[in-house]
Every structure is written in structure tokens, then in C-alpha cells.
């Protein structure tokens, strides 16, 4: 597992997803080290349909450990445009590298505003902390 | 409640958990490092939340034999055996080994969230016997030390003769009295350690030095599933019977024991609904509650599921209707909205080289 850490290019979502913006209409998504840290070893990921329309702060997908089951909560709302198809065979990849290898998905956004809901990594820090 | 190895688990880094009142550990390094460890060398698991109950008295067999289902007196002296404690009805109140200590002596090992319960119910029908029952949990703490080299490690670090399969021997262990069983939950061989509490961390020490790995419940319940032990909550409760369970290989009808007329006409009639092990064929994963579909028609539900880290599937065991609890039955699960498929199979789900038969 990597070392705790939440990078400053990202926003997050106090249920512990991040987003990363690329450019104005498109964001990544996936969950903070902090989630999978809780969540322990994924060994089993769920991704939604292409096509499918996510709302923000709503469920879009599943994680699961060994243990338990967890709802993936969307940072912001959009079109799913792509799913990772490399966490089928390699779900770890979510603890191994979080904010990397272990993205989620890639979302049209439909609303940019939203953005000024989310935190920035120093407040999610503190969220964390708190 | 906190065991008396608390502060060691605290210092191995796990995640505790609620579990019965106890504070206990789930995990310390993660659930599939550690089932992989007890699978492949050895793991110890701080089972102290168990309870023990004494029974002694020249009247402790047929006590005994009129409590547990399993034949009580085929144990000898130095053996093990595995029964379930049943209501008038059949119901399986809890499940439990009983060592036999001596000639008049015996230990019985109960399931935590039932212990309490158990002493009730065994001290009422205790009126008839000549016999003490005694909580002696305060007494023990439990480390089960699991794996195909467990044996060999508890042997040389802690200077024990571990004994054969299904036996209990008197050692000293940690300086004290201690009891090792040749016992287990998780489908290998090894030893289940009952000693003094004040020792306990001292022995827990001496097995993370010898290179025994810690683990938590999380592991100890995705073991046990792989081997298709019951647990009691989950796969076996009052309001199920041995047999519909699959353990009527532990009910000794002739023996005359609270339950066994109820028990005797399920066997001989046979039960509408029977549990069963199964696999799910491709992704998802079973967790307990989830419906066994057959078409549009629930047919059963899931009493345990989980990741198999040893299959890499998700496996587990469900109270289906009769005539599908059988081998290579195809049914769907309902994985909260999605359909899983998946396939009956046998006894084991996962059957380890070292595997011992016994529960």
C-alpha cells in the first residue's frame, strides 16, 4: 500500500472521493487514500454503464474488500465516458496508487458549478483530522 | 470487553472491531495477506472472547449426553469432540468441542455471543445430574495458532508437545497449566492454545518471534467459509436444525439428547430447506441476506458470503430449497439488484493439502 497523501491538484468529496479536473468539461474520478485505507484490500470493483448519468453526491458504483461492500459516492455530476477496465483484473490497484492507476472513471460534466462544493486537499486534511 | 492480548493487538497495528461485546481484532495487515498465511505457514488468532464452561462430576457424562447431540461417551480421556447444543425443538442453540479432561472431567468451548445463554441453559438441566457446572472463561485465554507448520512452530517455540488431531493434552505452557488442543476453525491443521491469561502475551510474543503471523477475524471467517464450518449466528441458529444445518454426522439420536425426537423426525422426513455451499461463477460478491434466485422464484437465502482469497471468487453458503442442494445446481444470487450466477458445490469449498476432516 502507498503512503497516506492527498494532492493538491485534486478536490474532494467528504465522503472521500476525489476528482480531477481536465479541462472545463471533463473530471476523473476515484476514492482517497483515506477510503481504501478503511475499505482495506479491493478485491472486487463495479463500474457503471458507459452512457450512464451520475449525480453528484449519489452512488455510481461499488468497491468491495474482502470484508465489506462500499458505495462509491460521485464528487460531481456527469456522463460517464470512460471506465477503468484494467481494475477487472486488477482491483488492488486502487490501494496500490489511489489517485493513479486506480481511477475510476472519467465523467462529461454537467454542471462545472458544483466544483465550488468540494474541497480543496488542505480542507479535506482537516476534515480527516478533525 | 477487551482480551488479555488487547494491548499486543494495539501494538500490531489492527483495526478492532465490535464483535459479541468484545473489542476485538479484524485485521492487522490485511484480511487476504493473513488467510494466505494460514494457508501456506502459520497464523495465530486471539480467539480469549470464547467461553469455557467446566463440567465435573460423577454424574458429567450423562449430563452431557443428555445436553449434546454428538455419542459423549465415545470420548476418551485426552479426546475431543464436536456437538451441537440443542432446544427441545431441535433448534441449534450453539454449537461447541468438549475436551475430555479426566474421567469425570470435562471442558466445553462455547461461542461468545452465546455463552451466557449456554450457562443458563446447562445449569437448568444440570438440576437432574450430579454435577458442577462452572464458567471457568475468566480462567483461559484462547490463541488458535493455524497453518501446515503450526504444529511444528508451537512444538519447538513454546517446548509443548502438540497433540495428535481431536485431542487435548495438559502441558505447561508460559510456566503455567495450560490445555492444547489439536483443534481448529480454518480447514488446516494446528493447535487451539487455552492458558493462563497472565501469560498470554508473553506466549503471543514468543509466536510473532518464531514467525507466526497475527490475524483477525476477518480471516478466521474467510477460512472457516472455505471449509464450510458453521457459524453459529450466521449458518446455524435456534431456529434451524442439525440436520437441515448438514450436521446430522454430529447427532446421536440413540443417545436420547435434549432435541433428539425433533431431530430423528427431520432426518427421517427430510427438511424443506437444506444449507448448502456455493460458488459464484463470475464477478460479485455474496454477502449475507442476499436471495438465491431460480428464475423469477427466491428459493433461498445466503447465511454466509465473502471473497475466497484462496479461489479468488465469492463463495458461500445458503439454506436453498431441498432438491437444489445439490452439487453443480446452477442458481442466481441477488448481489443487492444484480443477478450472480453461481453453482452449488460439495464439502469443502476449498480444500487445503494439510486439511484436516474434522471440524
Known amino acids: 500500500m502507498t503512503e497516506a497523501g492527498y494532492p493538491d491538484d485534486l478536490l474532494y468529496h467528504d465522503q472521500h472521493d476525489w476528482a480531477r479536473l481536465e479541462g472545463d468539461e471533463h473530471a476523473v474520478f476515484g476514492i482517497t487514500w483515506y477510503a481504501q485505507d478503511s475499505l482495506g484490500e479491493v478485491v472486487f470493483y463495479d463500474p457503471p454503464e458507459l452512457g450512464a448519468a451520475i449525480d453528484k ?74 | 470487553m477487551k482480551t488479555p492480548l488487547h494491548d499486543q493487538h494495539l501494538a500490531s497495528g489492527a483495526k478492532l472491531i465490535d464483535f459479541a461485546g468484545w473489542e476485538m481484532p479484524v485485521t492487522y495487515e490485511g484480511v487476504r495477506e493473513e488467510h494466505v498465511a494460514v494457508r501456506t505457514h502459520a497464523g495465530v488468532f486471539d480467539v480469549s472472547h470464547m467461553g469455557e464452561v467446566e463440567v465435573e462430576g460423577p454424574g458429567a457424562l450423562a449430563f452431557l449426553q443428555r445436553v449434546l447431540s454428538n455419542d459423549v461417551a465415545a470420548i476418551a480421556v485426552g479426546g475431543a469432540q464436536y456437538s451441537c447444543l440443542c432446544a427441545e425443538d431441535g433448534g441449534v442453540l450453539d454449537d461447541l468441542f468438549a475436551y475430555r479432561l479426566g474421567g469425570d472431567r470435562y471442558l466445553i468451548v462455547t461461542n461468545s455471543a452465546n455463552h451466557a445463554a449456554d450457562l443458563a441453559w446447562l445449569g437448568r438441566w444440570s438440576r437432574d445430574f450430579d454435577v458442577a457446572v462452572r464458567d471457568v472463561a475468566d480462567r483461559y485465554a484462547m490463541l488458535a495458532v493455524q497453518g501446515p507448520h503450526a504444529r511444528m512452530i508451537v512444538g519447538r517455540s513454546l517446548v509443548v508437545a502438540p497433540p495428535p488431531r481431536m485431542r487435548v493434552s495438559a502441558e505447561r505452557v508460559g510456566g503455567r497449566p495450560a490445555l492444547v488442543c489439536g483443534t481448529g476453525y480454518t480447514g488446516e491443521d494446528g493447535v487451539e492454545l487455552l492458558v493462563d491469561p497472565e501469560v498470554a502475551p ?141 453453482r452449488i458445490a460439495s464439502k469443502p469449498l476449498y480444500a487445503s493439502p494439510s486439511s484436516p476432516k474434522e471440524k
Open chain 1, 57 to 130: 453526491d449519489s452512488s455510481y458504483a461499488e468497491v468491495e474488500s474482502v470484508k465489506a461492500v462500499s458505495d462509491v459516492i460521485a464528487p460531481l455530476s456527469g456522463e460517464i465516458v470512460e471506465v477503468n477496465d484494467a481494475l477487472a483484473d486488477s482491483p488492488e490497484k486502487i490501494n496500490e496508487d489511489p489517485y493513479g492507476e486506480g481511477w475510476l472513471v472519467k465523467v462529461r460534466l454537467s454542471a462545472a458549478s458544483e466544483t465550488d462544493a468540494l474541497l480543496s486537499a488542505a480542507e479535506y486534511r482537516k476534515l480527516l483530522d478533525g
Open chain 2, 202 to 342: 508473553a506466549i503471543w510474543a514468543e509466536l510473532l518471534d518464531a514467525g507466526v503471523v497475527p490475524c483477525g477475524l476477518g480471516a478466521r471467517d474467510t477460512l472457516r467459509l472455505e471449509a464450510c464450518f458453521h457459524l453459529h449466528g450466521n449458518d446455524l441458529t435456534p431456529q434451524r436444525n442439525p440436520i437441515e444445518a448438514g450436521l446430522g454426522w454430529c447427532c446421536k439420536e440413540a443417545t436420547g439428547f435434549v432435541g433428539a425426537e425433533a431431530v430423528a423426525r427431520a432426518r427421517a422426513g427430510g427438511t424443506a430447506e437444506r444449507l448448502a455451499p456455493f460458488r459464484v461463477e463470475g464477478a460479485g460478491i455474496p454477502r449475507q441476506g442476499n436471495p438465491v434466485m431460480l428464475g423469477e422464484e427466491r428459493v433461498g437465502e445466503v447465511t454466509s458470503g465473502s471473497f475466497s482469497p484462496s479461489l479468488e471468487i465469492g463463495i458461500g453458503m445458503a439454506y436453498v430449497r431441498s432438491e437444489l442442494a445439490e452439487p453443480d445446481t446452477e442458481v442466481e444470487i441477488d448481489v443487492r439488484g444484480k443477478r450472480r450466477a453461481a
